[in-house]
């Protein structure tokens, strides 16, 4: 009976997922935002105010007023017309103000932040590109993605060093992701996680051996016996398919409006390029077997990361547990390796109870021999992203 209860949970959630929209309205944003401007470079969504704490704002304006150049920023929250233009919408914007400096469009997501911006200098180009600053950043992923100003303060230090060569700062303790168990970070650790970093850009692939060693040995730990609640009906597998063929579509989408731009930038064909290789990879796990509930996942994981990568968003790994759970965007530790996991996940970990995790065959998937599938051998990517040169160069991939 939870078995049943806990499915229906899950598709009542699933159900208030965001629909991909046929036709995106509201065109008289960009407007709204640059005449908002004119009296605040700082412009916070309507809908955000009541809920916006004024120390983010007195934060994210103090940064701007420190900058060499005018910065404008804009909050708003995740719409589908936004889901359509946001990787166009610093451009956008400033061809309405026609003014130089760096726009930061920072976006609220099913409650993390991510933001996308472009630098338009005074002087015209010269020294680094925004982008390559980005890519370099080591501290990216430690950034706080639950409030808005850790990553609009943390762009208007990277275009600083984009403008005039200066280092960038380390990030503000205030601003680094909290409840972060104290860790001591092997060279490994940083490998693996700055293979999320660079991501699409460098295309830097490492495979962590010591880590997939580590791994291996969890297939010996089994769950408590009460956790392995039996087979998950079949409709659960469907609607993971149906996530999947939702987000290749959208993905799919995302990558043809970076194709259909007049001059697309160096990023942004470096973004197409990631996500293309993510989504043949998703195609490929959706042709192969449709009722194997590993191929569908990691269908849906590989469409997500391209529609975030294609649309100017960070790429995320997924929920080490369960892939279908929201990204993770937490690290935990679980023995002797550190793993991504989504906040509810996380939350159990630091309550010492391990997550369900997904099962396949009454088990959690990381039980399966990982031999036999680069899913499991890489958490869905959670530990290398490596995840779909190793699905194209597979002939098959099965468990
Ligand atoms: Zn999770």
Known sequence: MSVRRTTATLLAVLAFLPAV??????????????????????????????????????????????????????????????????????????????????????????????????????????????????????????????????????????????????????????????????????????????????????????????????????????????????KRPNVYTEEIRRQADSMIKRATQAVKRIENKPQPTLEQLDRRDDANRRLAAARKLRADDPDDLLAVAGALVLARQAERGASGATVQPPCFFDPTHKPGTQQVRWDDVEVPACKVCAARMAKDQTPRGLHVKSVPYWTLDPKKSALVATGFGALSDDLPERIIARAEDRR
């Open 21 to 230: 929209p046929a036709h995106a309205a509201a065109p008289e944003k960009p407007d709204q935002i640059v005449a908002a401007w004119s009296k605040d470079r700082v412009y916070v969504d309507e809908r955000l105010r009541p809920a916006m704490p004024e120390v983010e704002l007195t934060r994210i304006r103090a940064a701007a007023k420190a900058a060499d150049f005018p910065v404008y920023v804009a909050l708003v929250p995740q719409t589908p017309y936004l889901r359509e233009v946001l990787y166009d919408l610093p451009t956008l914007l400033q061809a309405r103000t026609g003014e130089p400096g760096l726009y930061v469009v920072e976006v609220v997501s099913d409650g993390y932040w991510h933001g996308v911006e472009e630098l338009y200098r005074p002087g015209g180009l010269k020294g680094k590109t925004l982008t390559s600053v980005r890519a370099e950043d080591k501290q990216r992923l430690d950034l706080d993605t639950n409030r808005p100003a850790p990553d609009v303060i943390r762009t208007i230090q990277q275009a600083q060093t984009a403008y005039d060569g200066r280092p960038l700062p380390p990030v503000a303790a205030a601003d680094l992701e909290p409840e972060r168990p104290s860790r001591g970070e092997s060279v490994t650790d940083q490998e693996d996680r700055a293979t999320f970093i660079g991501m699409g850009i460098g295309g830097v692939l490492s495979f962590v051996l010591t880590l997939l060693l580590a791994f291996r040995r969890k297939r010996h730990r089994r769950p408590s016996a009460t956790q392995a609640a039996g």
